[in-house]
C-alpha cells in the first residue's frame, strides 16, 4: 500500500509547481520533500518525476497517483464533516478567502451571524482576488472562496470544486464627470465617449480585466489603461477626482449612495456574478454550511 503522506506530497507538487514552494507551504525542507518523493518512487516503482530545466513536472504515472490521492482526500473531508454534524457544538477554524468589495459589503456582517450562532467557530479571512484564491482552494489552503464572475467569461471549474450562486452585483460606467445629456446618450456611446479618456482598470490576467478591455474594444476603441489596481476603492476615488473612467460594481458602495455618475453598461454586460467556491469533499462541513447560510443572509440585510 503506498504511503498516503507521501502521496498528499506528490499532490502539493502538483498544485504547487515546485518543490521549494511544497516546502514553504508545509513547513519543511526541500530535501526532506525530495527525498520523500524519492522514497514514493521506489514503493511505486516507476518514474514519478522529470526534469523540466530547473524544475520538475509529473510523470503521466504521476498524474494518475495524484487523480486517486484527490479521491481519497475527498473522502476524507467528508469523514470529517460527518464527525462535525455528529457534535453538538461548532468548533475549529474556517478559512476563507475573499476579493475586495465583497470583502467589505458581504463579510463582516457574515462575521456578526457566525459570532452569535457558533461563537467557538474561529474565522480566518485573507483578502486574495479569486485567480489566486481558487487555485489555493484547489492546494487546500482555504475552506471557502468568494469568487467572480463577469459577462462573457466563463471560467470552467476543476470537477473537484463546487459553487454556489450569492448574488448578481449590478456593474455600472463610472465617469469622471458628469454627462451632458444623460438621457439621449446610449450605453454604447456613452462608453465611446471615453475613449481618449484614462481609465482604470484591474491587472492584467484577471477575468475582470479581459471582460473591461473586450467591452472597449467592441465599442471601437483601445482604453488607455494608466492605472492598475485590484483595488476598487482606488478606482471609485480616481473616478471622484476626475483622473480615470472605471467599470464599478454596486457592492463598492456596500449599500450606501453612488458618489459619481454612473451610465448603464450595454445589454449583457450589466451584472456580474458572485458565488462561494469549496471543495466538493468539504460542501457538507457545518461550518461551510454554516458560513454560506451566513453569506446568504448578509446578502438580504439592510
Not at 166 to 171: A, R, S
Not at 243 to 255: E, I, K, R
Not at 257 to 265: D, E, K, Y
Not at 275 to 292: D, I, K, M, Y
Request: with cysteine.
Amino acid at each position: 500500500m503506498f504511503d498516503l503522506h507521501r502521496l498528499r506530497l506528490l499532490r502539493e507538487l502538483k498544485h504547487r509547481g515546485t518543490l521549494a514552494a511544497v516546502a514553504t507551504a508545509l513547513s519543511y525542507a526541500p530535501s526532506s520533500v525530495s527525498q520523500q518523493l524519492s522514497q514514493l518512487e521506489a514503493e511505486v516503482g516507476v518514474r514519478l518525476l522529470e526534469p523540466v530545466g530547473r524544475r520538475v513536472r509529473l510523470t503521466e504515472q504521476a498524474e494518475i497517483l495524484v487523480a486517486h490521492t484527490e479521491a481519497v482526500l475527498e473522502r476524507l473531508e467528508r469523514a470529517e464533516a460527518d464527525i462535525a454534524a455528529s457534535l453538538t457544538d461548532l468548533t475549529g477554524t474556517l478559512r476563507i478567502a475573499s476579493f475586495q468589495t465583497a470583502a467589505l459589503a458581504l463579510v463582516p456582517t457574515a462575521l456578526d451571524l457566525l459570532r452569535d450562532r457558533h461563537p467557538h467557530l474561529r474565522v480566518h479571512v485573507t483578502q486574495m482576488e479569486p485567480e489566486r484564491a481558487l487555485s489555493a482552494l484547489q492546494a487546500r489552503d482555504f475552506d471557502l472562496v468568494l469568487a467572480e464572475a463577469y459577462p462573457g467569461n466563463p471560467n470552467p471549474r476543476p470537477p473537484e470544486l463546487e459553487e454556489e450562486d450569492l448574488l448578481d452585483d449590478p456593474l455600472h460606467l463610472a465617469l469622471p464627470k458628469p454627462p451632458d445629456d444623460a438621457h439621449a446618450e446610449s450605453p454604447m456611446a456613452a462608453l465611446r465617449s471615453l475613449a481618449d479618456h484614462p481609465w482604470a482598470m484591474e491587472p492584467e490576467g484577471t477575468s475582470a480585466r479581459h471582460w473591461a478591455m473586450t467591452l472597449c474594444r467592441d465599442a471601437g476603441f483601445e482604453p488607455d489603461v494608466r492605472f492598475e489596481t485590484t483595488d476598487l476603492l482606488l478606482h471609485l476615488r480616481l473616478v471622484e477626482q476626475k483622473h480615470a473612467a472605471a467599470f464599478l460594481p454596486d457592492l463598492v458602495w456596500s449599500g450606501q449612495h453612488p458618489t459619481v455618475a454612473l451610465r448603464q453598461l450595454p445589454r449583457g454586460q450589466r451584472t456580474r456574478r458572485i458565488f462561494t467556491v469549496v471543495r466538493r469533499g468539504r460542501s457538507q462541513h457545518p461550518a461551510v454550511l454554516a458560513c454560506r447560510d451566513a453569506l446568504r443572509r448578509a446578502v438580504i440585510l439592510p
